[in-house]
């Protein structure tokens, strides 16, 4: 079972105030109030930045703080993630708009950047939501199906690329359509089988594979990293083709839906239903992945993989706690199950897991927690630290 723990190093600074003097001829010294240094007016910034939100609402939000994350397969790991916060022409009657980053290196030479995104454009005309990846990272893969052994692990170390973008115009209230585009390549690759009895995955070997489609998505949400109440639902519909650059001919259709209610004062009730369909000769890497860091908390992303996959989650939020003005906390189950075709699905198959998780509310003027879960399934726990919440 993939583990792993992440820590935020908390920065500290020293500083020394400096005494302003006046001119006892000209000004009164009592009159003059004390100039602050250049270092504690940085420390002064740094922490109103990270603590006390001082900024005004419509203003951009910048945050940036380093990590430290531990792994079997990755050893020790460092990195950076950066969070940038806007509304469209600084008006808060637009949604809020959001760009995420984070860079890592591990002590086994393995290196990444990723970039996350979604956008919003004055009076939410345009909506752009997409994320990329540039990674020197190991895969695991356990084999395909509901019922892939867990000792049957190959590791898949590999250079990968992902580039998705979503390209959507309002056409109604709420509701948007468009296109989207998904390229992924995987390459330099070096298979470690130990003793796993699996053949070798296909696409394995090296391979790319870009696809084009289109969707539909109806999102009432106004702040997606922490939605009070709300709808979000989607359709989309993918092709990869060798007419469009792709090594692979498969299709997948993909349904999300979401539902956010207030329960009472700073508590949260959200639900989500998601199902991923794909047909056709498919790469190991893009068949449908169960576990992440959003969707079955607790289980590594592709533990389990096939053609089709449902699962199913609900969360209770305390945003925060009624003692406090910063701490919350959250509890999640979720459920779902993977199999080769729609009919094979079976209640003996579905894989449960529950966690919970502490909030801080990180940004109070935009609403911006950040989260600490654990998952906890079968074969143990997982944590995550995020910005927003896991959907």
């Known amino acids: 079972m993939y583990k792993k723990i992440i820590l935020i190093i908390a920065v500290c600074f020293c500083s020394r105030a400096l005494q302003a003097q006046a001119d006892s001829v000209a000004l009164k010294a009592d009159t003059i109030p004390p100039k602050k240094s250049f270092v504690k007016r940085l420390v002064s910034k740094t922490f109103n930045n990270y603590f006390n939100d001082t900024a005004d609402p419509e203003k951009p939000k910048f945050l940036i703080y380093p990590t430290i994350a531990y792994s079997p397969e990755t050893s020790w790991e460092i990195g950076a993630s950066a969070l940038y916060l806007f509304y469209a022409n600084r008006d808060t009657l637009n949604r809020l708009s959001e760009v995420q980053s984070f860079t890592f290196y591990t002590l086994q030479q393995q290196y990444g950047v990723w970039l996350d995104h979604f956008i919003y454009t004055n009076k939410e005309k345009w909506f752009f939501l997409g994320r990329m990846r540039l990674q020197r ?8 199906g509901p019922n892939s052994l867990k000792e049957d692990k190959i590791t898949v170390n590999s250079d990968y690329i992902l580039i998705r973008e979503r390209v959507l115009r309002k ?15 995987i390459y330099n690759i070096n298979l470690d089988k130990g003793n796993s009895p699996l053949p070798d995955p296909k696409g394995s070997d090296g391979t790319q594979n870009f696809g084009l489609g289109t969707g539909l998505v109806y999102d009432d949400r106004h702040n997606a990293l922490n939605v009070r109440k709300g709808h979000f639902g989607e359709i989309a519909f993918m092709n990869y083709s060798p007419d469009l650059g792709s090594d692979y001919k498969f299709n997948s259709l993909n349904v999300d839906g979401r539902l956010y209610r207030t329960v009472k004062k700073n508590q949260v009730f959200a639900a989500q239903v998601f199902g991923q369909f794909v047909s056709g000769d498919i790469p190991f890497n893009q068949l449908a992945l169960l576990g992440s860091e959003g969707l079955m908390r607790g289980y590594y992303y592709g533990r389990y993989r096939d053609k089709n996959y449902i699962a199913a989650q609900a969360e209770y939020r305390f945003l925060p706690f009624p003692f406090s003005k910063r701490i919350g906390a959250a509890a999640f189950v979720s459920a779902g199950s993977v199999a080769p075709a729609i009919r094979d699905f079976s209640a003996k198959n579905i894989l449960p897991s529950a966690g919970i998780g502490l909030r801080y509310l990180v940004f109070p003027k935009k609403d911006i927690f950040l989260r600490f879960d654990v998952g906890f399934t079968k074969e143990g726990p997982a944590f995550y630290i995020y910005t927003g919440e896991a959907f």
Not at 171 to 185: H, R, S, V, W
């Open 137 to 144: 990272f190991p895969l695991s893969y356990f084999g395909i």
């Open 171 to 185: 056409i109604a209230p709420n509701l948007f359509t468009g296109i989207e585009i998904d390229f992924q390549k």
